[in-house]
């Protein structure tokens, strides 16, 4: 059995994997598909309105949220799985 020690730095570790991860999607909209291939992306339409446009506009908010939920539903289970779970009252 792994000691609390241990078991602390697995946690940290899991859980700078799931922000690395996720911040690599946040740079990806952002700045990657909202700064640098917006010229490249307003080729395409969606609902009428250029694409890179779109995703600079209202694409990136979705984004930004989805995010935010995954955050905590993936959270969620690693405090279970490492038995860190906040008390309900």
């Known amino acids: 059995m792994a000691s609390p020690k241990q078991s602390h730095h697995r946690y ?5 994997l799931v922000l690395g991860g996720l911040l690599v999607v946040w740079f990806l909209f952002s700045c990657v ?3 640098f291939l917006v010229d490249w ?3 395409f339409k969606l609902g009428g309105f250029p694409l890179g446009f779109w995703i600079a506009q209202q694409g990136t908010i979705y984004v930004f949220i989805v995010l935010i ?3 905590v539903l993936i959270m ?3 405090d279970r799985k490492y038995d ?3 008390e309900q009252e």
Not at 12 to 16: G, T, V
């Open 33 to 35: 598909l909202s700064i």
């Open 84 to 86: 860190v779970e906040e």
């Open 76 to 78: 969620k289970k690693l």
């Open 12 to 16: 940290w570790h899991a859980n700078l």
């Open 69 to 71: 939920i995954t955050y």
């Open 41 to 43: 992306l307003n080729q």
